[in-house]
């Protein structure tokens, strides 16, 4: 049997598996049970948080025969049409490579027949932002008037690009990128049913390598379970999804504390020999700098930073002559690098100079302090004294 990907095989089938879309599901559920169905949907979000799977859950839930007219049972005439991959009740089309108007109108003509398995004929078109003026218009309508029989599906990562008539016409849904700990633990709930041993970390650097996407977090998952087979760990992820090592950034971290240019030299040629790429090295020490500045701060734990207790602890250890106003200009610093990265001819020039500017830099003096020392007699006395 062909392998299948992980981002197939685990996408969800019913809206009780769908993770960090909680609200988008119980509304179109209650809608379902109430007898509200609007015949327009529209939703709205990033890559990878769940719109079009959605999308085709609905189309399954609508038509499918069983007995739970919330859940797909998969067994019945419609939920096997629609498995099959060429279902005749559920036209998907991209919108991509379907821009024009005549695409739309050759659309529209199917809505006039009645749905052949299911009870309604659903219409789902993907990235409708990327229809053109004409076909936008030519959809106007229906969508005012829709046969019975139809429902209309549009899914966009950019809905400021959709008309405001179509959007009046529609009920919107937006999709929010899931967190860290919602892709972590789906990912942790995979690995139980496909017995993968890993430990919180590795599944840790995929869920923010995936940066609120779960099908990103799929993908770099297959690709770390090709390489590390049933026994992944971080070193093993670090590895293959290129990202470096934590090593790295104590070294550059202690170089900064300690002005140390030459050791900030060092850390970019090891990341360079190694291969590591500069725009990896500089959002993962964005990342490092965030985490140590919300330790500084306190009230977080290693949990809610998704990240291991041991780090944590190192986190909290390191760097203590760097002020929290010291790690706020490093973190403008990288902003600005990583802004500038993309243009640069010579990046290794641009990173090692920017990198050598956080290690030159002065430390911060808290005002208060200084005004306390100044107006504080015993302090003046002693200063006295000792000249």
């Not at 959007?167 to 017995?195: M, P």
């Not at 760097?322 to 706020?328: K, V």
Request: charged share 25%.
């Amino acid at each position: 049997m062909a392998y299948i990907a992980m981002a197939r095989k685990w996408r969800p089938n019913s809206f009780k598996d769908l993770v960090g879309q909680e609200h988008i599901a119980k509304t179109i559920e209650n809608a379902i049970l109430g007898g509200r169905l609007h015949h327009a949907f529209l939703f709205t979000g990033t890559r990878g948080v769940g719109k079009t799977t959605s999308a085709r859950i609905l189309a399954r839930t609508l038509n499918c025969t069983g007995g739970d007219p919330l859940v797909p049972c998969g067994n019945c005439p419609s939920c096997k049409d629609i498995a099959g991959g060429n279902p005749m009740d559920v036209i998907e089309i991209d919108a991509a490579s379907n821009t024009g108007v005549d695409n739309i109108r050759d659309l529209l003509q199917q809505t006039q027949y009645t749905p052949m398995i299911g009870k309604y004929k659903v219409f789902v078109i993907d990235e409708v932002h990327m229809l053109s003026k004409g076909a936008f218009n030519a959809l106007l309508k229906t969508l005012e008037e829709p046969p019975p029989h139809v429902i209309f599906i549009f899914a966009t990562t950019e809905v400021n690009k959709v008309p405001q008539t179509i959007l009046s016409r529609v009920q919107r849904f937006d999709f929010k990128r899931l967190s860290t700990k919602q892709i972590t633990g789906r990912l942790k709930f995979i690995c139980g049913e496909e017995k993968i041993n890993t430990d919180p970390e590795a599944l840790g650097l995929i869920a923010e390598k995936a940066d609120g996407s779960m099908r990103d977090a799929l993908t770099f998952f297959d690709q770390a379970y090709a390489f590390t087979g049933n026994e992944m760990n971080a070193e093993s992820v670090r590895s293959v999804l290129g990202i470096p090592p934590n090593d790295l950034y104590f070294s550059l971290l202690e170089s900064i504390e300690k002005h140390d240019l030459k050791g900030t030299f060092e850390v970019v040629d090891k990341a360079s020999s190694t291969g590591v790429e500069y725009g990896p090295l500089l959002e993962g020490f964005a990342k490092f700098i965030r985490n140590s500045l919300y330790i500084k701060v306190g009230g977080i734990t290693a949990e809610e930073l998704n990240i291991s207790d041991g780090l944590f602890s190192k986190l909290g250890s390191s760097a203590v002559e760097l002020g929290n106003g010291d790690l706020l200009r490093i973190a403008k610093i990288l902003t600005d690098l990583q802004g500038n990265l993309r243009r640069s001819s010579n990046p290794r020039l641009l990173v090692e100079t920017a990198f050598a500017r956080m290690a030159y830099l002065d430390r911060l003096t808290d005002l208060r302090r200084a005004l306390a020392a100044i107006n504080d007699p015993e302090s003046q006395g002693s200063k006295k004294k000792s000249s």
